[in-house]
């Protein structure tokens, strides 16, 4: 995880030598709002959790709301990739990667926007932006992809066997995280019904 372990080494100390991620992407990284719904730093509550092989689906709550969500937490001990749906809007799903920090971040900031490409097994490569984000109180560095047809991807993700990310690194080769789709479909199919059977879709 040489790559986004650089980037977070970013943000916990200041040393330029050791990071591989440079921060010239910062120049393209306008302030972009977080337009995911979740508050990160907030602690919600998880109910009704259910395993599908390499993947989870669960339903995240604080109060009257409500997400819900299929994530996969078996291939990196620290890393997990996650579809997300919120109640009202459950046709605006969003893809997110997180990687868990040593300590919680002092503040929300745009660490980076980064050129991404993702890619399931041999299907052809989406190009895209993924931004790096932290949350203040949150001890997670998450990737929130721009995605202009989530629809596909998810029909792809069903099918599939592995989803590769493959994150810029400027003049060398993409490096590629890999995440197992393994239960995915299961997974996907069991946060959507929720999120649509939960009366304000």
Avoid: K
């Amino acid at each position: 995880m040489a790559l986004i372990m650089s980037a977070i080494h970013s943000l916990r100390s200041h040393s330029q030598s050791l990071c591989t991620l440079t921060l010239t992407v910062m120049a393209i990284a306008t302030i972009w709002m977080v337009t995911t719904p979740v508050a990160n730093a907030a602690t919600f509550n998880t109910d009704d959790v259910a395993t599908h092989e390499h993947w989870q689906s669960m339903t995240l709550s604080l109060g009257g709301e409500r997400h819900y969500r299929a994530v996969e937490t078996h291939s990196y001990s620290d890393a997990t990739l996650s579809l997300n749906a919120t109640s009202g809007v459950c046709d605006l799903p969003w893809l997110e990667m997180r990687v868990t920090l040593e300590q919680q971040q002092g503040e929300s900031r745009t660490v980076n926007l980064v050129p991404t490409r993702l890619r399931i097994d041999e299907q052809p490569v989406i190009d895209t932006m993924a931004e790096f984000i932290t949350e203040r109180g949150d001890d997670g560095f998450y990737a929130h992809f721009y995605l202009t047809d989530l629809e596909s991807l998810m029909a792809d993700m069903r099918q599939g066997e592995q989803l590769f990310l493959g994150f810029n690194q400027e003049e060398r080769e993409p490096w590629y995280m890999t995440f197992s789709l393994q239960g995915a479909d299961a997974a996907i199919n069991r946060m959507l019904g929720q999120c649509d059977g939960s009366g304000t879709h």
